[in-house]
């Protein structure tokens, strides 16, 4: 180790050094045979008189290299800044600024911050002024180091970085460095214009064909100027991974836990890449046993282990608890939570560490430890009592409206007997200040205040009232102002909740209506996915998002196409030119269809078959048993909820193959899932549901004619079954038999659920599913047929009933009110519309 420090040093030294005996330095000689920290300040203590400009900046140069070397644990920048040597050099390099060349200056400047200066120190402050004035002469890789010196003290946004951006913008061509490039595109990231912007793409995708391939910090950087900026560019990103996935062998957990922390932000999910991680991280699991390396091995290991793996974690995990510092203990906590943990002598043991430094931590790390905490269903009034104080203290002296936001909303998860009249003044304060999507935070918190208050049975409070009268001016004043797609998307991404569905989406669909001159291809993807998730079917917008996507779909990535066709299908839009989109779109995504990540082709396959479309290269692709290999593979790493949605969407789209293309001959393989999931439903049945059976059961000739809850073939269930013969009288149902599908593929009636045998229908008669259409059948706006609804009725008819649907609007219609009016609608419905 002493050979090794002493070689670092003396590589250290040598930009120091020029010429041969004649221009020898006994000074920086000394320095170049130190082998740590105590002899720098030793050879410092002994010079102070020689020491020039050259010794000083070699002397805290080497005091950070020799700290760098060491493990993260094992740093004792505290004890440097603190030796009275320290102070010298601090002092000498203040003294001697001007006289350093460019290059030493900024050295000089990110040495000192390093080493844990604080950026308010005179020394930090001169150095930084000196370096403005010098500027326009800093070579690239100097004029980098300063931006990453201007980072670490929050100056993201100031007029200094404001020149480094135009001097990147001026000098762009000029830079061939990857690792200049990278860093100068992180740290200018907050300024960058989107003409910019599409130029530093062009040139980082240009340097990642030129540099050492090894070299994957720089693709990770890319990655998180994308992050950085919202800008999921999936060439550029599709091509750092391809970069960043070779060298998996070669990430530590904590690289590895960035980059997927990246892609999660950007919303891109490569399944090679995760399963590399994983298998990597399993790796780790022996050699990560000190509290630091197993925390973030933990960390990122943890969410996407298999059972087995995750109680081996949760057990080292207990073993190193007590060792655990604030943050760590943190990281912890949220990982648990994340997993639905419920071992509960772990969660005891990082609820202590977390209690004992409550004060350790800053507000937004309290707001985490409160969420954590709370759903890990942590019980300790004391613990509560003790964080509720704190958050109080923290949110009556913020002025950040995202801190007051994230604040507020975490004390009104806690158990409080009554709320502070602090808490609501900063609130009321912040509102005017808050975006849309921290206003409908707000709406949330509120609802639960009221709904805690005693005093609410009886009126609701005035202090209340006025918060609520605020949020709402504030929320349709935002609209109002609101001239930019592309910042209101980005605002309305995560908006939902009865707030914004009572008071702001019409003055929301209205605004976006006004703003329809902007969709492009760029922002298309986002709109379709907010249409699609608040169920707003607007036909203006609908025929921009077409015309924008026919006109530019070169430019379009092939990804973006699920997106883009989603709300299409969900709130099944259909106008002349529809058709002639879903052809262009799949015609443009065909021949990337391997390239998809495997649960997004069966999210993609499934909105198309709800659609009615099904490309075959896509279908066979999907049931190809390489790709169902594949696919569970990915499953095995993507959160629980994610992971039974995708299972579900794939036996739907199983189904919907096997009903709608017989020709592909897809096999059925779901019927053991399907059997499961049986298992596992509550087969509750609504008050409507049990009022429309006993109606059915007096139009129909009695309540044995109509079953309710019957599970077809394919395990669709229907609300209730019923037979006519051929007379159109209904059957009893003691005289019906179960709908069956043998090998051939043909209808036939044979078993029932239990097993008996049963003869098929008399000659002439029908089947009759009659459905109740709740309102999540419908588009929110209007009383227009979602997609699913549609497939289901075709799916159905395929298998031989004839579909009775009960839309909501009309069963509790003013029409209908009456016993007779209810028994004529369904007397109607079954006879009359019956072929």
């Known amino acids: 180790m002493f050979r090794l420090r002493t070689i670092t040093g003396r590589c250290y030294l040598r930009r120091f050094l020029h010429g041969g005996v004649a221009n020898r330095d006994q000074v920086l000689e000394q320095l170049g045979i130190c082998a740590d920290e105590d002899q720098v300040f030793e050879v410092v203590g002994k010079n102070k008189a020689k020491l020039n400009e050259n010794h000083v900046g070699c002397a805290v140069g080497m005091l950070w290299q020799f700290q760098k070397e060491k493990p993260q644990m094992l740093r004792t920048v505290e004890l440097i800044k603190s030796h009275p040597e320290f102070l010298t050099l601090r002092v000498l390099a203040e003294n001697k600024i001007e006289l350093m060349g460019d290059v030493m200056l900024v050295d000089m400047l990110y040495n000192i911050l390093r080493l844990s200066v604080d950026p308010c120190d005179s020394l930090v402050q001169h150095l930084v002024s000196e370096a403005w004035l010098r500027l326009c002469r800093f070579p690239m890789s100097s004029l980098s180091k300063f931006a990453v010196c201007l980072s670490d003290q929050h100056l993201q946004h100031s007029p200094l970085m404001g020149q480094i951006t135009n001097i990147l913008n001026q000098k762009l061509s000029s830079i061939d460095d990857a690792r200049i490039l990278t860093i100068l595109m992180?740290?200018?990231?907050?300024?960058?214009?989107?003409?910019?912007?599409?130029?530093?793409?062009?040139?980082?995708?240009?340097?990642?064909d030129t540099m050492d391939p090894s070299h994957y910090n720089n693709p990770r950087r890319m990655v998180q100027f994308l992050r950085n900026i919202k800008y999921s560019y999936r060439p550029l990103l599709e091509k750092c991974n391809h970069n960043l996935l070779h060298n998996v062998p070669l990430m530590d957990a904590e690289n590895l836990g960035i980059i997927l922390g990246l892609y999660q932000s950007l919303q891109f999910n490569n399944c090679d890449f995760r399963l590399a991680a994983k298998q990597r991280l399993i790796e780790l699991v022996d050699s990560s046993t000190d509290p630091l390396s197993f925390t973030k091995l933990f960390v990122t290991l943890a969410p996407m282990a298999g059972l087995d793996t995750k109680e081996r974690l949760e057990s080292i995990a207990l073993i190193l608890a007590d060792e655990l510092n604030a943050q760590q203990a943190l990281a912890v906590a949220e990982t648990l939570e994340e997993i639905h943990s419920r071992n509960l002598l772990l969660i005891q043991k990082i609820a202590s560490v977390i209690h004992k430094n409550l004060q350790v931590y800053r507000s937004m790390e309290l707001a985490r430890v409160t969420q954590?905490?709370?759903?890990?269903?942590?019980?300790?009034?004391?613990?509560?009592?003790?964080?509720?104080?704190?958050?109080?203290?923290?949110?009556?002296?913020?002025v950040y409206p995202y801190e007051v936001t994230?604040?507020?909303?975490?004390l009104s998860m806690l158990p409080s007997p009554r709320l502070d009249t602090s808490v609501i003044s900063r609130v009321d304060a912040v509102l005017p200040q808050c975006n849309l999507n921290?206003?409908?935070?707000?709406?949330?918190?509120?609802?639960?205040?009221?709904?805690?208050d005693p005093s609410y049975r009886h009126s609701t409070p005035i202090k209340y009232v006025r918060l609520l009268q605020t949020l709402n001016?504030?929320?349709?004043?935002?609209?109002?102002?609101?001239?930019?797609?592309?910042?209101?998307?980005?605002?309305?991404?995560y908006m939902s909740g009865e707030w914004f569905e009572e008071m702001l989406l019409k003055e929301t669909m209205v605004t976006l209506q006004r703003l329809k001159g902007q969709i492009s291809w760029t922002n298309v993807p986002e709109l379709s996915l907010f249409l699609t998730r608040i169920n707003y079917l607007c036909a203006p917008l609908m025929d921009s998002i077409a015309s924008a996507t026919m006109e530019d779909i070169n430019k379009m990535h092939y990804s973006s196409m699920y997106a883009t066709l989603l709300p299409f299908a969900v709130l099944n839009y259909d106008s002349p030119r529809v058709d002639e989109l879903f052809d262009i779109c799949i015609q443009h995504f065909l021949p990337h269809i391997s390239s998809f990540d495997p649960h997004l082709l069966v999210l993609f396959g499934y909105t198309l078959a709800v659609a009615d479309c099904f490309p075959e290269d896509m279908v066979r692709e999907i049931f190809n048993v390489d790709f169902l290999a594949k696919l569970d593979s990915q499953l095995e790493t993507l959160p629980d909820a994610l992971n039974m949605r995708i299972r579900l969407r794939l036996m739907e789209l199983n189904r919907a193959v096997c009903l709608e293309c017989p020709e592909f001959q897809v096999p059925w393989f779901h019927e053991r899932y399907c059997q499961q999931l049986h298992k596992k439903g509550n087969g509750f049945i609504t008050p409507v549901q049990q009022q429309i059976h006993k109606m059915l059961g007096e139009v129909l000739g009695g309540v044995n004619c109509a079953k309710a809850a019957v599970f077809t073939p394919y395990f669709y269930?229907?609300?209730f079954e019923c037979v006519l013969d051929r007379h159109r009288k209904a059957l009893s149902y003691s005289e019906q038999s179960q709908l069956?599908?043998?090998?051939?593929g043909e209808v036939r009636w044979g078993l029932d659920s239990?097993?008996?045998?049963?003869?098929?229908?008399?000659?002439?008669?029908?089947?009759?599913?009659?459905?109740?259409l709740d309102t999540k059948s419908f588009c929110k706006n209007s009383r227009h047929m979602k997609g699913e609804a549609m497939m289901r009725k075709r799916h159905l008819e395929i298998l031989g009933y004839h579909v009775v649907q009960i839309p909501h609007f009309e069963w509790n219609s003013m029409e209908l009110s009456t016993q007779d009016a209810w028994k004529e609608y369904l007397r109607k419905k079954i006879f009359t519309e019956l072929p």
């Not at 740290?187 to 040139?203: A, E, H, W």
């Not at 102002?481 to 209101?488: E, P």
Request: proline share 4%; charged share 25%.
């Open 372 to 398: 954590a905490m709370i759903l890990l269903h942590y019980q300790s009034p004391e613990f509560f009592t003790k964080l509720r104080n704190i958050l109080v203290h923290f949110l009556q002296y913020s």
């Open 406 to 410: 994230m604040l507020t909303r975490v």
């Open 740 to 744: 069956q599908i043998p090998g051939d």
């Open 186 to 208: 992180i740290c200018v990231s907050p300024l960058v214009s989107p003409t910019l912007r599409d130029k530093l793409i062009n040139k980082a995708d240009c340097v990642l």
């Open 438 to 452: 921290d206003l409908n935070t707000f709406a949330v918190v509120i609802a639960k205040w009221l709904r805690n």
């Open 717 to 719: 269930r229907v609300d």
């Open 473 to 493: 001016h504030c929320g349709r004043e935002r609209l109002c102002k609101a001239d930019r797609l592309d910042l209101l998307l980005e605002e309305l991404k």
């Open 754 to 772: 239990v097993g008996k045998e049963r003869s098929e229908l008399p000659q002439g008669a029908q089947r009759i599913a009659v459905d109740f």
